[in-house]
């Protein structure tokens, strides 16, 4: 980047950023996620970092977010609502530490830990020890009165067990159930959604009837004493704060180093979604209050307070250009090439478009500014553009005419209904080499050859081993060896793990074929109706359309792959090479024709055995609970399906009570 267009861009976020704080924080948009909006502004801090020329009088890094709303009576603070400064990873925790140890040299630090509230930050002020004002944070300065909504949150006392003028910090915060439950309203009714809890509990707190506000059943945590009572640490807050009658988490820990903070960190996350209410990382202080006074604030934030949160699942980047995948069908997928971003807790740089008609539906173009999401271990999705933020060089993109490997002209199939039908672009070249290759890969996973993954079977091609997947079957410890890097164990290893594999049961051969709309349901059904892969490569369309759950789409595509006679002959090469294919019995059992979830580890089979065991006890796998779930399976360490099992009165058992079911 140049100057010219770092300032250009310095200005066009500072506009951006401007506009998201007004609706987030002014007129509570529920629309808007503050991760964008940090994303942005993370972005704007370095630039500025950078070019502090171009900075803005008015930038919004300058000032806390949010203002006053008019609606509501505007009180000074006291003393300043601050903010803290954001950290993600330990690397910039080890940072944090290292700047305030060189401000206090020669001391050891020992920290507070306490849960990051995703609420709404509330001031209270207390006179002779009776509840007196309720103020939001509003510019830090100057907030809104909202005494009277705050004094219907039970968790409030109204009065202290002292006559003490008090200030007291907190967090009014929705439970999740509270908001899974008002959001059911609101859609009732045709009213806006919530986007999250912190949005429920802002909207409940700055509405003008106070009423509106008790129905929300609102809690509030508080986590910071601003009068002098003689505190010497943080830790001494909280106690205070709980012998005045607040409501304080359970979750605190009192660290004598990063790492007992970085342990916390780690508890907090894994037990995150059992929480009732949303959080999004910890907030770590310097314990001792004198030194965190000493340190002072930078900005708007305690130097000696930091958030430490948990990885963003929606962050902003640049599309840096737009290439085109072949899968292992041929089919052309456009792919997102994104200046790395930091999102769902890795470095993010590609992300997929999905088809042409995606790209045309969010109007992405190279050049643009987007929000990428990607939650749990989800592939990256682009899912909005930021068209403000164009500098107008964005470029439209166009799917290829031709395949972007083998130059094979591109053939178009529609997809979908008729309402939504889109279309998607195909390689038809049989022999494209990195469509073979893409098959290859789906083939050694659908036949769990753990052994060998994407580089090792380009290798083996590159150097001649292999020209399908069925030469797999023929590679000797000898032909791997010999090749660079491959030593004698792992040679063998390879070989051994790939001979060991050649007996398969038909619907997991089925599906290894990869034929165009067989997953793994399908073609358990195919097996189980069919009973032979010969029966399978003869049927006719009428014959395959008439298993139940199987539709002509799906059957018309399976009669096409077996008309084409390179891939009844690669059927016959397979078996010719030694794979088994063991029919599947399907017996009749008490889980016969009943939807069965396991979460969890089991203690005596894998999760593909257990899903193979319940097919074939005629049962059907399912991933996730829902009202139509007959049993929900409970294993070591189970998930929130356990929770979400128990929540719908559905069946739980134990692993023994399902090796019974099963008939083991
Ligand atoms: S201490 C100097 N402790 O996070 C700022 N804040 O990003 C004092 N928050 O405005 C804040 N949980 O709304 C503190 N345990 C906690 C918190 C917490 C949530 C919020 C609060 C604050 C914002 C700062």
Redesign the pocket.
Known sequence: MDQAEAKKRIEKLSAQINELRYRYHVLDDPGITDQIYDSLTRELVGLEAKYPQFRLPNSPTQRVAGAALDKFEKIRHEAR????TDAFSKEEMIDWEERINKLLPGIRLDYFC????D???VSLRYKRGNFDVAAT?GDGETGENVTGNVRTIQSVPLYLPEKKDIEV?G?AIMTKEVWEFLNKQQEKEEKPLYANTRNAAAGSIRQLDPKITASRKLQYYA??LITDLGQKTHEEIHRKLKDFGFRISTYEKHAKNLNEVFEFYNQVEKMRDKLPFGIDGI?VSVNDLAFLKRLGVVGK??RG?I?FKFAPEQATTVVEGIMVNVGRSGKLTPVAMLRPVFVGGTTVSRATLHNEDEIRRLDVRIGDTVVIQRAGDVIPDVVQVLPKMRMGKEKKFFMPKACPVCKETVVSRFIGSKKEKSVDYYCPNPSCPTKNLRYMEYFVSAFNIYTIGPKILQRFKEEGLISDVVDLFYLKKEDIQSLERFGEKSAENIVTSIQARKQVTLPKFIYALGITHVGEETAFDLAQRLGSIEKLMDATPEEINAIPNIGSVVSESIVAYFSDRKNRSFVERLIKAGIQIETIKVRKTPLTGKSIVVTGTLESMSREEAKEAVRQAGGDWVSSVSKNTDYVVVGENPGSKYEKAQKLGIKIINEKEFLKLIGE
């Open positions: 609502m601050l903010s803290l306490e849960l990051k509230f609420g709404l930050a944070r910090r967090e986590y910071d907030v934030a305690p307070m958030a």
